[in-house]
């Protein structure tokens, strides 16, 4: 992996953490999260407009990552319903490289080094462990853990189509752009059905939150998009999880989450698997 990658995906976690942070603040989170996947469509159209179109090859890989994508967005969204950013976030991010490994082992024949298996080894620690990190009422919250888990599966089935779909693009802005707008009409579409009134608000009461959380959104996912092209998935998967960090410091001095020795300690082991992982494939 070259600087300027690396650089470029750790601004990334950077931007991703902080449109996370968005929506766990908001009160409303149908509306916040609604309001950032509608953010995304103005730098999406603009991007469509100005790249070539993805290849025709990379169609169904856009198909699919609107699936996993809505899915993810849906289940992100329920987690901060009842859980912490700096418990939910580390536990979706963390175990995406985790699943990664688990079935490039069990289903694709790969091979991982013993480096390898200690990074796995310690990120499924560090996020076994946040499964009893308390929340802000002081309680446990094994169903915020157990939706997040949910979450990370998501992230993991659209690291690997994306990274696959956009390699057959031949543009990774271009499939993107596409796929992130195409989501937003699925996403909006079901908010419309279940939860009448909820668009009509993103305009009035969301805006900021849109222009804001979307943009941030869209740069951050089109900046891993392009990552992929660059360098191994499962590497930038894994470089990626360092917004956990930031999720941390962002939940404690913004949001105002409890910081206790089992959050700090869950998220440095999450987080030095991560990184161990990424030399293991260097």
Known sequence: MTPLVFAAVVAAAALHATWNALVKGNGDKFLSMTAVVLG???LALVAILLVPTPARES???IAGGVALHVGYQLFLLLSYRIGDLTQVYPIARGSGPL???GISVTSLGVVLSQGELLSVTLI????ASLVFARGAD?????KAAGLALATGCFIAGYSLVDGLGARAAGTAVG???WLTTINAAVFATIMGITRPGLLRRVFTEARGVALLGGGASFVAFTIVVWAFTQAPIALVAALREVSVVFALVIGVVFL???LNLTKVASTAVTISGAALMKLARS
């Not at 499924?124 to 996020?127: F, N, T, V």
């Not at 002081?138 to 094994?142: K, P």
């Open 40 to 42: 995304h469509v103005p």
């Open 256 to 258: 105002k989450e409890p």
């Open 124 to 127: 499924a620690i560090g996020i």
């Open 138 to 142: 002081g309680l446990r919250n094994h």
């Open 99 to 101: 699943i990664v490994a």
């Open 175 to 177: 499939y993107y752009a």
């Open 59 to 61: 169609w169904p890989f």
